[in-house]
Protein backbone atom coordinates (compact mmCIF):
# COMPACT_ATOMS: atom_id res chain seq x y z
CA UNK A 1 0.00 0.00 0.00
CA UNK A 2 2.90 2.54 0.99
CA UNK A 3 4.45 1.77 -2.76
CA UNK A 4 1.20 2.45 -3.98
CA UNK A 5 0.88 5.74 -2.40
CA UNK A 6 4.72 6.25 -3.17
CA UNK A 7 3.94 5.91 -6.85
CA UNK A 8 0.75 7.81 -6.92
CA UNK A 9 2.86 10.96 -5.52
CA UNK A 10 5.38 10.71 -8.47
CA UNK A 11 2.73 10.07 -10.64
CA UNK A 12 1.08 13.83 -9.46
CA UNK A 13 4.04 15.12 -8.97
CA UNK A 14 5.78 14.18 -12.23
CA UNK A 15 2.26 15.62 -14.22
CA UNK A 16 2.71 18.78 -12.73
CA UNK A 17 5.93 19.40 -13.22
CA UNK A 18 5.84 18.39 -16.88
CA UNK A 19 2.81 20.20 -18.17
CA UNK A 20 3.25 23.59 -15.96
CA UNK A 21 5.76 25.30 -18.77
CA UNK A 22 3.08 23.54 -21.29
CA UNK A 23 0.02 24.96 -19.30
CA UNK A 24 1.88 28.44 -19.14
CA UNK A 25 2.80 28.68 -22.79
CA UNK A 26 -0.95 27.82 -23.23
CA UNK A 27 -2.31 30.57 -21.44
CA UNK A 28 -2.95 32.72 -24.15
CA UNK A 29 -4.56 30.16 -26.79
CA UNK A 30 -8.31 30.60 -28.11
CA UNK A 31 -10.45 27.78 -28.95
CA UNK A 32 -10.57 26.53 -31.85
CA UNK A 33 -12.76 28.57 -34.11
CA UNK A 34 -16.21 26.64 -35.16
CA UNK A 35 -15.80 27.58 -38.68
CA UNK A 36 -12.09 25.87 -39.00
CA UNK A 37 -13.58 22.99 -36.70
CA UNK A 38 -16.84 22.25 -39.00
CA UNK A 39 -14.35 21.90 -42.41
CA UNK A 40 -12.28 19.42 -40.47
CA UNK A 41 -15.09 17.53 -38.64
CA UNK A 42 -16.93 17.86 -42.47
CA UNK A 43 -14.11 15.94 -43.83
CA UNK A 44 -13.12 13.60 -41.38
CA UNK A 45 -16.78 12.27 -41.96
CA UNK A 46 -16.17 12.03 -45.84
CA UNK A 47 -12.87 10.02 -44.87
CA UNK A 48 -14.74 8.20 -42.16
CA UNK A 49 -17.76 6.81 -45.40
CA UNK A 50 -14.68 6.22 -47.48
CA UNK A 51 -13.04 3.66 -45.15
CA UNK A 52 -16.09 1.57 -44.58
CA UNK A 53 -16.37 0.68 -48.44
CA UNK A 54 -12.32 0.64 -48.97
CA UNK A 55 -10.83 -2.86 -49.79
CA UNK A 56 -7.26 -3.60 -50.93
CA UNK A 57 -5.29 -0.79 -48.75
CA UNK A 58 -4.43 -1.77 -45.17
CA UNK A 59 -2.60 1.18 -44.38
CA UNK A 60 -5.75 4.00 -44.67
CA UNK A 61 -7.86 4.37 -41.82
CA UNK A 62 -7.77 6.03 -38.30
CA UNK A 63 -4.29 6.70 -36.50
CA UNK A 64 -3.15 8.41 -33.14
CA UNK A 65 -0.23 9.56 -31.26
CA UNK A 66 0.10 10.62 -27.35
CA UNK A 67 2.31 13.29 -26.14
CA UNK A 68 2.40 13.14 -22.19
CA UNK A 69 -0.51 12.11 -20.25
CA UNK A 70 -3.28 14.57 -21.67
CA UNK A 71 -2.29 15.55 -25.06
CA UNK A 72 -3.42 13.60 -28.21
CA UNK A 73 -3.57 13.90 -32.33
CA UNK A 74 -5.66 11.95 -33.95
CA UNK A 75 -4.55 11.03 -37.86
CA UNK A 76 -7.31 10.07 -40.76
CA UNK A 77 -6.53 9.48 -44.25
CA UNK A 78 -7.81 7.62 -47.35
CA UNK A 79 -7.12 7.55 -51.17
CA UNK A 80 -9.16 9.55 -52.38
CA UNK A 81 -10.91 11.86 -49.64
CA UNK A 82 -7.29 13.13 -48.16
CA UNK A 83 -6.46 13.66 -44.36
CA UNK A 84 -7.30 15.24 -40.82
CA UNK A 85 -5.35 15.69 -38.08
CA UNK A 86 -6.53 17.12 -34.95
CA UNK A 87 -4.75 17.78 -31.43
CA UNK A 88 -6.34 18.23 -28.56
CA UNK A 89 -5.42 18.39 -24.85
CA UNK A 90 -8.11 17.25 -22.38
CA UNK A 91 -7.13 19.52 -20.11
CA UNK A 92 -7.91 22.69 -22.06
CA UNK A 93 -11.26 21.90 -23.64
CA UNK A 94 -11.46 23.94 -27.05
CA UNK A 95 -8.12 24.32 -28.15
CA UNK A 96 -7.01 22.16 -30.65
CA UNK A 97 -4.38 22.32 -33.70
CA UNK A 98 -5.65 20.83 -36.81
CA UNK A 99 -4.78 20.43 -40.57
CA UNK A 100 -6.43 18.83 -43.88
CA UNK A 101 -5.74 18.20 -47.70
CA UNK A 102 -5.24 15.59 -49.77
CA UNK A 103 -3.20 12.05 -49.19
CA UNK A 104 -1.30 10.21 -51.99
CA UNK A 105 -0.47 7.02 -51.17
CA UNK A 106 2.51 5.95 -54.10
CA UNK A 107 5.73 3.94 -53.82
CA UNK A 108 5.25 3.15 -50.20
CA UNK A 109 4.79 6.62 -48.58
CA UNK A 110 2.24 8.16 -47.56
CA UNK A 111 2.64 11.92 -48.51
CA UNK A 112 0.51 14.48 -46.96
CA UNK A 113 -0.87 17.99 -48.50
CA UNK A 114 -1.74 20.27 -45.86
CA UNK A 115 -4.29 22.78 -47.07
CA UNK A 116 -3.35 24.97 -43.68
CA UNK A 117 -0.43 26.55 -44.43
CA UNK A 118 -0.08 29.38 -42.10
CA UNK A 119 1.50 28.65 -38.73
CA UNK A 120 0.59 29.85 -35.40
CA UNK A 121 -2.66 29.06 -33.19
CA UNK A 122 -5.10 25.95 -34.43
CA UNK A 123 -2.10 24.90 -37.22
CA UNK A 124 -0.68 21.89 -36.92
CA UNK A 125 2.28 21.56 -38.24
CA UNK A 126 4.14 18.27 -39.71
CA UNK A 127 7.90 17.54 -39.04
CA UNK A 128 7.89 16.20 -42.96
CA UNK A 129 4.51 15.63 -44.95
CA UNK A 130 5.97 11.90 -45.71
CA UNK A 131 5.23 9.12 -43.50
CA UNK A 132 6.72 5.87 -44.05
CA UNK A 133 4.26 2.37 -43.24
CA UNK A 134 5.96 0.33 -40.58
CA UNK A 135 4.50 -2.93 -39.46
CA UNK A 136 5.59 -4.55 -36.38
CA UNK A 137 3.79 -8.20 -35.76
CA UNK A 138 0.15 -6.77 -36.32
CA UNK A 139 0.28 -3.26 -35.78
CA UNK A 140 0.60 -0.58 -38.01
CA UNK A 141 2.61 2.38 -37.59
CA UNK A 142 3.31 5.87 -39.52
CA UNK A 143 6.40 7.28 -38.98
CA UNK A 144 7.51 10.42 -40.51
CA UNK A 145 10.03 9.85 -42.79
CA UNK A 146 12.38 12.26 -40.80
CA UNK A 147 11.43 10.69 -37.70
CA UNK A 148 12.58 7.02 -37.93
CA UNK A 149 15.99 7.07 -35.97
CA UNK A 150 13.77 8.18 -33.16
CA UNK A 151 11.12 5.85 -33.77
CA UNK A 152 14.20 3.08 -33.36
CA UNK A 153 15.29 4.63 -29.98
CA UNK A 154 11.94 4.91 -28.85
CA UNK A 155 11.63 1.22 -29.21
CA UNK A 156 14.94 0.18 -27.89
CA UNK A 157 14.24 2.90 -24.45
CA UNK A 158 11.52 0.06 -23.69
CA UNK A 159 9.13 2.72 -22.77
CA UNK A 160 5.99 2.74 -24.16
CA UNK A 161 4.65 5.92 -23.59
CA UNK A 162 7.59 6.86 -25.65
CA UNK A 163 6.75 4.60 -28.83
CA UNK A 164 2.92 5.64 -28.34
CA UNK A 165 4.00 9.31 -29.32
CA UNK A 166 3.95 8.00 -32.49
CA UNK A 167 0.70 7.35 -35.09
CA UNK A 168 -0.34 3.87 -34.58
CA UNK A 169 -3.47 2.49 -35.91
CA UNK A 170 -6.34 2.79 -33.63
CA UNK A 171 -7.91 -0.64 -34.37
CA UNK A 172 -4.59 -2.69 -34.13
CA UNK A 173 -3.49 -0.96 -30.54
CA UNK A 174 -4.42 -3.96 -28.44
CA UNK A 175 -2.63 -6.34 -31.11
CA UNK A 176 0.61 -8.07 -30.88
CA UNK A 177 3.73 -6.35 -31.39
CA UNK A 178 6.33 -8.95 -30.83
CA UNK A 179 10.08 -8.91 -32.08
CA UNK A 180 10.83 -5.77 -33.38
CA UNK A 181 9.21 -3.16 -36.06
CA UNK A 182 10.29 -3.65 -39.63
CA UNK A 183 11.95 -0.60 -40.60
CA UNK A 184 13.49 -0.04 -44.15
CA UNK A 185 16.69 -1.65 -44.20
CA UNK A 186 19.01 1.45 -44.13
CA UNK A 187 17.19 2.17 -40.41
CA UNK A 188 17.44 -1.65 -38.90
CA UNK A 189 20.72 -1.23 -37.61
CA UNK A 190 19.81 1.74 -35.34
CA UNK A 191 17.19 -1.14 -33.43
CA UNK A 192 18.49 -3.20 -30.77
CA UNK A 193 21.86 -1.44 -29.85
CA UNK A 194 23.32 -0.94 -26.66
CA UNK A 195 21.92 1.33 -24.95
CA UNK A 196 23.30 5.53 -24.38
CA UNK A 197 24.92 6.57 -21.42
CA UNK A 198 25.84 9.89 -20.97
CA UNK A 199 26.95 12.16 -17.90
CA UNK A 200 26.47 16.00 -16.95
CA UNK A 201 29.37 18.17 -17.47
CA UNK A 202 27.63 20.94 -17.44
CA UNK A 203 24.20 22.76 -15.57
CA UNK A 204 23.25 25.91 -17.55
CA UNK A 205 21.38 29.15 -15.81
CA UNK A 206 18.42 28.50 -13.32
CA UNK A 207 14.86 30.29 -14.28
CA UNK A 208 12.07 30.18 -12.23
CA UNK A 209 9.51 28.42 -13.99
CA UNK A 210 11.48 25.60 -15.27
CA UNK A 211 14.95 23.58 -14.53
CA UNK A 212 18.11 24.64 -16.29
CA UNK A 213 19.95 23.02 -19.32
CA UNK A 214 22.01 20.21 -19.62
CA UNK A 215 25.24 19.35 -21.38
CA UNK A 216 26.12 16.07 -21.92
CA UNK A 217 29.53 14.44 -22.54
CA UNK A 218 28.11 12.29 -25.49
CA UNK A 219 26.75 13.48 -29.02
CA UNK A 220 26.71 12.56 -32.82
CA UNK A 221 29.55 10.11 -32.50
CA UNK A 222 27.91 7.82 -29.77
CA UNK A 223 24.77 8.00 -31.59
CA UNK A 224 22.68 10.73 -29.85
CA UNK A 225 20.17 13.07 -32.32
CA UNK A 226 18.08 15.67 -31.49
CA UNK A 227 14.67 14.96 -30.11
CA UNK A 228 15.79 11.79 -28.59
CA UNK A 229 14.89 10.94 -24.26
CA UNK A 230 17.13 9.87 -21.35
CA UNK A 231 16.40 8.74 -17.99
CA UNK A 232 18.33 9.26 -15.25
CA UNK A 233 20.09 6.37 -13.38
CA UNK A 234 21.89 5.83 -10.13
CA UNK A 235 19.99 8.69 -8.10
CA UNK A 236 18.04 7.22 -5.23
CA UNK A 237 14.36 8.82 -4.84
CA UNK A 238 14.83 10.83 -7.95
CA UNK A 239 13.15 10.10 -11.34
CA UNK A 240 14.43 12.71 -14.20
CA UNK A 241 13.42 12.38 -18.30
CA UNK A 242 15.36 14.46 -21.11
CA UNK A 243 14.72 15.63 -23.55
CA UNK A 244 17.74 16.07 -26.16
CA UNK A 245 17.61 19.79 -27.71
CA UNK A 246 21.25 20.15 -29.24
CA UNK A 247 23.79 17.86 -31.40
CA UNK A 248 27.47 18.18 -31.37
CA UNK A 249 29.87 15.86 -32.12
CA UNK A 250 31.06 15.38 -28.67
CA UNK A 251 28.50 16.85 -26.71
CA UNK A 252 24.56 17.73 -26.24
CA UNK A 253 22.34 19.65 -24.33
CA UNK A 254 19.46 18.39 -23.15
CA UNK A 255 16.30 19.91 -21.38
CA UNK A 256 14.14 18.15 -18.62
CA UNK A 257 10.60 17.42 -19.72
CA UNK A 258 9.40 15.60 -16.56
CA UNK A 259 10.90 15.31 -13.24
CA UNK A 260 9.14 13.33 -9.55
CA UNK A 261 10.36 11.63 -6.29
CA UNK A 262 9.88 8.49 -4.88
CA UNK A 263 9.91 7.45 -1.47
CA UNK A 264 9.04 9.79 2.00
CA UNK A 265 9.69 13.07 2.93
CA UNK A 266 10.82 15.94 0.09
CA UNK A 267 13.71 15.22 -1.92
CA UNK A 268 15.00 18.80 -4.11
CA UNK A 269 15.42 17.99 -7.84
CA UNK A 270 18.51 20.13 -8.66
CA UNK A 271 20.40 18.27 -11.37
CA UNK A 272 24.13 18.46 -10.91
CA UNK A 273 27.43 17.77 -12.93
CA UNK A 274 28.15 14.09 -13.09
CA UNK A 275 24.90 12.82 -12.90
CA UNK A 276 23.76 9.95 -15.32
CA UNK A 277 21.52 9.35 -17.68
CA UNK A 278 21.06 6.26 -20.15
CA UNK A 279 18.77 6.18 -23.19
CA UNK A 280 17.22 3.06 -21.28
CA UNK A 281 14.08 2.87 -19.63
CA UNK A 282 15.14 1.87 -16.04
CA UNK A 283 13.48 -0.44 -14.29
CA UNK A 284 12.56 1.83 -11.08
CA UNK A 285 10.91 4.27 -13.45
CA UNK A 286 7.38 5.08 -13.32
Not at 100 to 108: D, E, I, K, L, R
Not at 128 to 146: A, G, M, R, Y
Not at 188 to 205: D, E, S
Request: aromatic share 10%; glycine share 6%.
Amino acid sequence: MNDMRSNSAILVLAIVLAFSCVAQAQRNLEPLPEEIASVVLSKREQIERELTTLQGNEWAGKYRANDGTTVTSFLDWSPTSGFTVWRENCSRPGIAWVNYGNANFSGNLVTLSPERTEKGQHTYTFSSPTFVPVKWDEQHWLITSDQLVLFAYAVNSGSVEEVETFFVKIEDYNKSNKGLPQLPKEYKRYLNVKPIQAKVTAVGASNENWYPPLTLNVGKSAGIVEGMKLWLIGVENIHIQLYVTEVQEKTSVARVISAGTSGEGDTEIKPKVGWKFNSKLPEDSW
